[in-house]
């Protein structure tokens, strides 16, 4: 069973005489979106993932020209291109290895096991695998693989989630406890749940 963000990238105008790349960056990380770009001195994009296309490098001096409104010495992207970055999340109070954001810690494993050995790798790392209760959560947890993989080069990701369904098979809950409330399905999911028992995030949809 597939669990997706079903909107990859989410653009705001933004005010021309404040827009900077850190205002961008700012507006994008608190959608937990760690992916985001500029175009044209007032469009802030924000994404779970790098662009579907593989990217094209260009001269910065001819197509990113467009100076930001709010910082002079930074460039919001062109009229023929966008500025591309990736935010990398900080340890914060976090252990080694995990990141902080939010009221949680987190850390992407990109070795491939299955979903109960996932479930031990988390807790003996005394952890468990990532619930996602909001939009939010869920942009930064589709987010994490692209931040800790960055290349020129478009790839999918799939990761174990905490979700699993329950016995009675009727619906899902959260391995850590918390609430189910939000979920963003991929278009004809979920299916099977007479044979599926798990959840994995998967974020290239649409």
């Known amino acids: ?50 662009p579907k296309h593989s990217l094209t490098e260009v001269d910065m001096k001819y197509y990113c020209d467009e100076p930001c409104g709010g910082n002079k010495t930074e460039t919001c992207g062109g009229s023929q291109a966008s500025a591309l970055y990736a935010i990398q999340p900080q340890q914060g109070a976090c252990n080694a290895g995990y990141v902080f954001f939010g009221d949680r810690c987190y850390k992407y494993v990109s070795t491939e096991m299955s979903q109960p050995d996932a479930l031990e790798h988390c807790k003996a790392d005394g952890a468990l695998l990532s619930s996602m209760r909001t939009r939010t959560e869920n942009n930064f947890v589709l987010s994490l693989p692209y931040v800790a993989n960055l290349s020129n080069h478009y790839t999918t990701y799939r990761t174990w989630t905490g979700a699993v369904v329950d016995n009675s098979k009727s619906q899902f809950r959260w391995l850590d406890g918390s609430a189910w409330g939000f979920a963003s399905w991929r278009y004809g999911e979920p299916n099977a749940l007479d044979s599926e028992d798990c959840v994995e995030a998967f974020n290239n949809y649409p």
């Not at 079903?6 to 790349?21: F, G, I, W």
């Not at 961008?24 to 924000?46: K, P, R, S």
């Open 1 to 50: 069973t597939l669990i997706a963000q079903t909107q990859s990238y989410v653009s705001r105008l933004m005010n021309k005489t404040t827009m900077s790349v850190r205002t961008c960056e700012a507006f994008c990380y608190e959608q937990g979106a760690l992916i985001f770009a500029v175009h044209a001195g007032v469009t802030c994009q924000c994404g779970v993932r790098q």
